[in-house]
């Protein structure tokens, strides 16, 4: 009987060794980066950095979120060309509306959502701090379904409290969420995937449609 006992406990670590999740070392001076809206694809991630990215870019979950539209960022273009404005269409009339809702991420511990994984530069981040006006960084390290990061750390945006606001169809359109950010979300779904972009609208809360223009980015208006 003690033999069996300790086959059978032999062949439960045996099991749970082989149940552990892959490792995955950060090099020194380097940071994971985790993308779930229009930061999909090395493309986009060239944009934001200034400069080509010629890193990986890994389809993960990130577990423990929910992705929403309730962010809400002023309506200034913070990278080139800096101080340009979102103008939208809205019953052939031109509006400067004060916000632009785009996505966020909320706690939700029932939910993993699928998203990018990046490798940059450490330095690189506070370019990011900047250019994701609204948004603060908060460490999902531990929060990667597919792998566990033995060295290193993992980060992703969060919007603050204060520009954290749900959409709603009150017809003022104070803030909207202007259609060239879902072509960029869509330009990033060529690439990955229609698979992924089905996954992706299955875990984002939906947004009212009302609050959806046609928009463009124009330099401010002249002052007369």
């Given at each position: 009987m003690r033999?069996l006992?300790?086959?059978a406990?032999?062949i439960?670590?045996?099991s749970?060794?082989?149940?552990?999740?892959p490792?995955?070392?950060?090099?020194?001076?380097?940071?994971g980066?985790?993308g779930?809206?229009?930061l999909?694809?090395?493309k986009q991630?060239?944009i934001q950095?200034?400069?080509?990215y010629?890193?990986?870019?890994?389809?993960v979950?990130?577990e423990?979120?929910q992705?929403?539209?309730?962010?809400?960022?002023?309506?200034?273009i913070?990278?080139?060309?800096?101080?340009?404005?979102?103008?939208?269409?809205?019953?052939?009339d031109?509006i400067?509306?004060?916000?632009?809702s785009?996505?966020?991420i909320r706690?939700n511990?029932s939910v993993?959502?699928?998203?990018?994984?990046?490798?940059?530069?450490e330095?690189?981040l506070?370019?990011?701090?900047?250019?994701?006006?609204?948004?603060?960084?908060?460490?999902?390290t531990?929060?990667?379904?597919?792998?566990?990061?033995?060295?290193?750390k993992?980060?992703?945006?969060?919007?603050?409290?204060?520009?954290?606001e749900y959409?709603k169809?009150?017809?003022?359109?104070?803030?909207?969420?202007?259609?060239v950010y879902?072509e960029?979300?869509?330009?990033?779904?060529a690439?990955?995937?229609?698979?992924y972009?089905?996954e992706f609208y299955?875990?984002t809360?939906?947004?009212?449609?009302?609050?959806?223009?046609?928009c463009?980015?124009v330099a401010?208006?002249?002052?007369?």
């Amino acid at each position: 009987m003690r033999n069996l006992t300790l086959l059978a406990l032999l062949i439960f670590i045996t099991s749970c060794d082989s149940a552990q999740k892959p490792q995955k070392a950060i090099p020194d001076g380097m940071v994971g980066l985790i993308g779930y809206g229009s930061l999909t694809s090395q493309k986009q991630m060239a944009i934001q950095l200034g400069k080509p990215y010629e890193g990986e870019v890994e389809i993960v979950h990130l577990e423990g979120y929910q992705r929403t539209w309730s962010a809400t960022t002023p309506n200034e273009i913070e990278f080139p060309p800096k101080g340009d404005l979102i103008r939208c269409l809205l019953k052939g009339d031109s509006i400067y509306p004060n916000k632009l809702s785009v996505l966020n991420i909320r706690k939700n511990d029932s939910v993993a959502i699928n998203c990018c994984f990046f490798i940059i530069e450490e330095k690189d981040l506070l370019l990011l701090d900047k250019t994701e006006k609204g948004y603060k960084r908060i460490e999902v390290t531990d929060k990667i379904q597919e792998f566990d990061v033995s060295e290193g750390k993992v980060w992703a945006y969060q919007a603050m409290e204060e520009f954290t606001e749900y959409p709603k169809e009150d017809g003022s359109y104070n803030f909207v969420l202007p259609n060239v950010y879902l072509e960029f979300l869509e330009a990033g779904f060529a690439e990955l995937g229609e698979t992924y972009r089905t996954e992706f609208y299955q875990t984002t809360l939906p947004i009212p449609k009302s609050v959806v223009l046609e928009c463009s980015i124009v330099a401010p208006p002249k002052e007369d």
